[in-house]
Nanobody, 116 residues
Framework: VQVVESGGGLVHSGESLRLSCVVE????????MTWYRQAPSSQREEIAG?????SAHYADSVKGRFTISRDRSKIYLQMDSLKPEDTAVYYC?????????????WGRGTQVTVAS
């Protein structure tokens, strides 16, 4: 199983960006998928998650600006009204059911840079 993020890049303040994350490989089911981000010299922060039934939750720091959505084993993060403080590496985590266990899998991250 692999988790692969894409869509990062350099944008200016106020602009938008859309990240994607897909679970690849052989698995039975994918439960909750979650976006995290980590800015330089900061701890990794959970920013949005979505269940397999499309129930979403957001951190206060992104609520109203970011929207998470899901299509089976792929999720998206639509990021609007971006700010310089959104600059970070964005990671995706998926809770995946394989035989014989269920485990969390992380992607390698995608860089988002917001210039003022």
């Amino acid at each position: 199983v692999q988790v692969v993020e894409s869509g990062g890049g350099l944008v200016h303040s106020g602009e938008s960006l859309r990240l994607s994350c897909v679970v690849e490989g052989t698995f039975l089911r994918v439960y909750t998928m979650t976006w995290y981000r980590q800015a330089p010299s900061s701890q990794r922060e959970e920013i949005a998650g979505i269940s397999e039934y499309n129930s979403a939750h957001y951190a206060d720091s992104v609520k109203g600006r970011f929207t998470i959505s899901r299509d089976r084993s792929k999720i998206y993060l639509q990021m609007d009204s971006l700010k310089p403080e959104d600059t970070a590496v964005y990671y995706c985590k998926a809770n995946v059911v394989t035989l014989p266990t269920t485990a969390d899998y992380w992607g390698r991250g995608t860089q988002v840079t917001v210039a003022s």
